[in-house]
């Protein structure tokens, strides 16, 4: 989307807030186990902690590079790339998580805005079936609250409603563009469960505990003089 400014654009989070990125997460510490022993795979996590820190996001790929080392005479090795590129995420959407992009979609232009690398994330997206569900509309960056001014040059429009399972990143795109965002927290996955006990300012504007939620939502509710909206906790 280029040209004249919508007055609205939305703009959604992939892992844990359209698919279940904790389950791949954990389906793919057991296949790790399961082929090279659980000593191994805590190896291939603490790589993949090491990597997080040094870059910024979750590199699986750049991870099971660095896992090889020692390895290269182990069969199930060339396995794991096939395992990871050819992962069936289309079956870890969260239920009706393409519903909820079709009824946005329906009321403003819908944009996938998320952090990874080049390489995976993509393809995540891609299997998943959310490329096609936005019509192409993706953007993917290291911090996607560092590149707010980059998002606004593709994507020009008078209000943004950013839904994500983290608040923390929440509150930071929040105070960066004050009233023309409306926050939107999906309580989904573990960081969302981390941050319960947290307090998060600016606190998010709603408050969902799933995603399929938003499927009850008008655009009213998301523009700057609706009243801000919060679930008890469960």
């Given at each position: 989307?280029?040209g004249?400014a919508a007055?609205l654009v939305?703009l959604?989070?992939?892992d844990?807030?359209?698919?279940?990125n904790d389950?791949?997460?954990?389906?793919?510490?057991?296949t790790?186990?399961?082929?090279?022993?659980?000593a191994e795979?805590?190896?291939?996590w603490?790589i993949?902690?090491?990597?997080?820190?040094?870059c910024g996001?979750?590199?699986?790929l750049?991870?099971l590079?660095?896992?090889?080392?020692?390895?290269?005479n182990e069969?199930s090795?060339?396995q794991m790339?096939?395992?990871l590129l050819?992962?069936?995420?289309?079956?870890?959407l969260?239920?009706?998580?393409?519903?909820?992009?079709a009824?946005?979609r329906?009321?403003?232009?819908?944009?996938i805005?998320s952090d990874?690398?080049?390489?995976?994330?993509?393809r995540?997206?891609?299997?998943a079936?959310?490329w096609?569900?936005?019509?192409g509309e993706?953007?993917i960056y290291?911090h996607?609250?560092?590149?707010l001014?980059a998002?606004?040059q593709?994507?020009p429009?008078?209000?943004?409603?950013?839904?994500?399972?983290?608040?923390q990143?929440?509150?930071?795109?929040?105070?960066?563009l004050g009233?023309?965002?409306t926050t939107v927290?999906v309580r989904?996955g573990?960081y969302?469960a981390?941050?319960?006990?947290?307090?998060i300012?600016?606190?998010?504007?709603i408050?969902?505990?799933?995603i399929g939620?938003?499927?009850?939502?008008?655009?009213?509710d998301f523009?700057?003089?609706?009243?801000?909206?919060?679930l008890p906790a469960?």
């Amino acid at each position: 989307m280029t040209g004249a400014a919508a007055s609205l654009v939305f703009l959604l989070d992939v892992d844990n807030t359209l698919l279940d990125n904790d389950r791949f997460g954990a389906e793919l510490g057991d296949t790790l186990e399961q082929a090279f022993g659980a000593a191994e795979r805590e190896r291939y996590w603490t790589i993949h902690a090491q990597l997080r820190d040094e870059c910024g996001f979750a590199d699986y790929l750049g991870a099971l590079q660095r896992f090889r080392s020692g390895l290269d005479n182990e069969p199930s090795l060339l396995q794991m790339s096939k395992y990871l590129l050819e992962y069936p995420f289309a079956e870890r959407l969260y239920p009706h998580a393409l519903e909820t992009i079709a009824h946005l979609r329906a009321q403003a232009p819908t944009v996938i805005l998320s952090d990874g690398d080049v390489v995976f994330q993509p393809r995540k997206i891609q299997r998943a079936g959310l490329w096609d569900a936005v019509r192409g509309e993706v953007l993917i960056y290291l911090h996607k609250q560092r590149m707010l001014v980059a998002m606004q040059q593709r994507y020009p429009a008078a209000h943004y409603v950013m839904v994500d399972d983290k608040p923390q990143i929440l509150a930071e795109m929040k105070q960066q563009l004050g009233h023309r965002l409306t926050t939107v927290f999906v309580r989904q996955g573990h960081y969302a469960a981390a941050a319960a006990a947290a307090t998060i300012e600016p606190a998010p504007d709603i408050t969902i505990s799933r995603i399929g939620e938003l499927r009850e939502r008008k655009l009213g509710d998301f523009l700057p003089s609706a009243p801000v909206i919060h679930l008890p906790a469960d």
